[in-house]
Structure formats: C-alpha cells, structure tokens
C-alpha cells in the first residue's frame, strides 16, 4: 500500500552494526507497528504506538528500540545487530476504535529485507 | 498463546476450484480478520468478520466464525492463478488498558495451478 512506505527496502549489514529502518505513513492514522516475518512463520509484533506518547513492548522487543518522531513517522533501530535479527520487517498503521467490538484494520508497508552478516 | 493457527499450512489446487482455509484461536476475541500476502510483499486486508456475527461474504470471499469452537474458514470459490498467496488470520482481543491489537497466525500457503 502506497501510503505506508518503508526505507530501505533491503540492507546487508554486518554483525554489531547499529541499524535504522524507518516508516512513514500518509493515512493519518495514530496507531503504528512494527512486526517481523522469518521464513514460514507469520508476524511477530516488535513494538506499537498508539499515539504520538505512547510506545509499547510487543512480544519479541529484546535488541530493538522504536522511536515516534510524529504521528505519520516510527522508525524501529537494531542496536546491535546479530545474524538471528536476519528477516522481513513490516510497519503497519490503523487508525485505531473506540467501544468494546473493535474493528482495526491494519494496513501493512511493502517491507524491509534485512541480512546480518 | 493466543495466536491464530492455520490449517492446511500448504495447499494446492487446480484453478477454478474452491479452498478453503482454517484458523484456530484460544480466547475471546473482538473481531477476526484474513489477510493476504503475495511473496516478499506487505500484508493485504481481506476481510473482518465480528465475534457477533456468523458469516460474511465479500466477491469471492466467504468466512465463517463459530465462537463456540473459537475457530474460522476463509473459502476461496473459482479460484485463479492469481490467488496464489499466503494467507493469515489475525485475532483481535481485548487487551484491558492497553486496547486491542492483532496477533497473526503462521500463514496457509496457497498454490492454484492453471
């Protein structure tokens, strides 16, 4: 989906560089994600904001931070990174639900290949 | 875990039949929602289907949701080359304080042969 961009697309890196892939969305949405995808497995949430303020651990955080620079901005860092962060990173937007019965689509960026060497 | 699991993990049929897909879930949810996703590519919205409702029709798209077995199928008909894809359910369920948010199943792998 166009109005979810991600950068780069791919990037070969090396162990115990410091990466930083960024997404910016154009849907004025509030809620963003991060997850990643290995090889036959289905997403993993890394982290998610729901607003500008708000940042919150997913399932797998450990050796990633995120940063929400603006409601349409959140990039996802590796500190270090190690060859088992090797996969397919996606961010994601929704424009969030308000009541019990929620209904929050989630519209998906075309995803960043990454390789630790 | 809550998340979805998917039967078949692989499937492959000849174009123009149907197939049919199946997701499992643990716990209470809000709504259940398919996606798709051609190789290497972000995730497609499908469909949502609401934990109060039963069944849901959009173009060739039919999904069913039976709370009481906490399971859902997504049914391809007349399937074309074109539908080769992985396919996902993803379960939204209330999360107290912190809001709803997805959890994704491992995926069906769909091949339809011309």
């Known amino acids: 989906d166009a109005d979810v961009t991600q950068t780069p697309r791919n990037r070969i890196t090396k162990t115990g560089k410091r990466i930083m892939l960024e997404c910016s969305q154009t849907?004025?949405?509030?809620?963003m994600y991060w997850y990643r995808q290995d090889p036959g497995l289905g997403l993993r949430l890394i982290y998610y904001?729901?607003?500008?303020?708000?940042?919150n651990k997913g399932e797998i955080s450990d050796g990633y931070s995120v940063s929400r620079q603006a409601q349409a901005k959140f990039s996802l860092s590796l500190e270090s990174a190690i060859p088992n962060q090797t996969a397919l990173y996606f961010c994601?937007?929704?424009?969030?639900?308000?009541?019990?019965?929620?209904?929050?689509?989630?519209?998906f960026g075309p995803g960043t290949r990454l390789t630790v060497l | 875990s809550q998340q979805g699991e998917e039967d078949p993990q692989a499937l492959s049929i000849q174009e123009g039949e149907n197939a049919t897909m199946n997701c499992s879930y643990k716990t209470s949810i809000n709504n259940l929602q398919w996606y798709r996703q051609n190789s290497g590519r972000g995730l497609v919205h499908l469909i949502l289907?609401?934990?109060?409702?039963r069944e849901k029709h959009s173009g060739r798209l039919r999904v069913t949701l039976d709370t009481s077995k906490k399971s859902s199928s997504l049914l391809i008909t007349a399937s074309r080359a074109a539908d080769t894809a992985s396919y996902f359910c993803a379960t939204d369920w209330p999360r107290g304080t912190s809001g709803s948010r997805l959890t994704f199943g491992e995926g069906t792998q769909l091949t339809v042969n011309p």
């Open positions: 849907k004025g949405h509030d809620r």
């Open positions: 904001s729901f607003d500008v303020k708000d940042i």
């Open positions: 289907i609401r934990s109060n409702e």
């Open positions: 994601a937007t929704s424009a969030g639900t308000s009541g019990i019965v929620g209904t929050d689509t989630q519209y």
